[in-house]
Each structure stands twice: as structure tokens, then as C-alpha cells.
């Protein structure tokens, strides 16, 4: 498994942006397929976006598409969140994750490997 690290979270107002990276420890990083997830208290993980591992195919949740886009540096082995007009129903704890496949997936089970999450809060 690879070990991914999430940070950029934090406390922003509604209509504010942030960004948020996962850097992962592992050299096969480039060959896998990436995702963003969140889960809010009481609720279920929620799919966000995906990414091919040769970041060329991208997928969103409608929930988030044209305000979220997700990257990915494979020399820096990180991916990119970068979350615009965010609203208070954006907060949750954000968890990056890899699969050990190049293609995209949306189910939090075709998911192998997990960061430990970052906060986000968003005020109204």
C-alpha cells in the first residue's frame, strides 16, 4: 500500500477557495489512479473526483463539477484538490485515496490505500 498525507485543510467563509494536496510515499504513485473523498458527521464517504494516473481523464461528482478540480504532479508524487465557491455544505473531512489500477474509479471500495484525512470547515 502507499502511504498518502493530506494537508490544506482549514476554516474558510462561504465563497472562499482552498487547496488541497496529497503527497504520497511510494515510487509506483505514477501508476495509479487517485481520488478525493469527503465524509461529514453522520453521513456516509462521498465520491468527489477522480484521476487517471496520467492525469488526462478526470471525473466529478455532480455535486462538486465546475467548482472542484482535481491534479496531479507525478514528480512531485501529489494531487491536487483545488475547491472554489465553496458553502458550509462543503464541510467535512476531505480523504485522499489511491487504487492499484491507472483508471479511474468512483466507489470508495475500489480504493486501496488512505490518508488520514484534513478538515474543512466553511462558515456561513
Known amino acids: 500500500q502507499v502511504q498518502l498525507v493530506e494537508s490544506g485543510g482549514g476554516l474558510v467563509q462561504a465563497g472562499g477557495s482552498l487547496r488541497l494536496s496529497c503527497a504520497a510515499s511510494e515510487r509506483t504513485y505514477s501508476s495509479r489512479a487517485m481520488g478525493w473523498f469527503r465524509q461529514a458527521p453522520g453521513k456516509e464517504r462521498e465520491f468527489l473526483a477522480a484521476i487517471s494516473w496520467s492525469g488526462t481523464s478526470t471525473y466529478y461528482a455532480d455535486s462538486v463539477k465546475g467548482r472542484f478540480t482535481i491534479s496531479r504532479d507525478n514528480a512531485k508524487r501529489t494531487v491536487y484538490l483545488q475547491m472554489n465557491s465553496l458553502k458550509p455544505e462543503d464541510t467535512a473531512v476531505y480523504y485522499c485515496?489511491?487504487?492499484?489500477?491507472?483508471?479511474?474509479?468512483?466507489?470508495?471500495?475500489?480504493?486501496?490505500?488512505w490518508g488520514q484525512g484534513t478538515q474543512v470547515t466553511v462558515s456561513s
Open positions: 485515496a489511491a487504487r492499484s489500477s491507472t483508471v479511474t474509479a468512483t466507489k470508495s471500495t475500489d480504493f486501496g490505500s
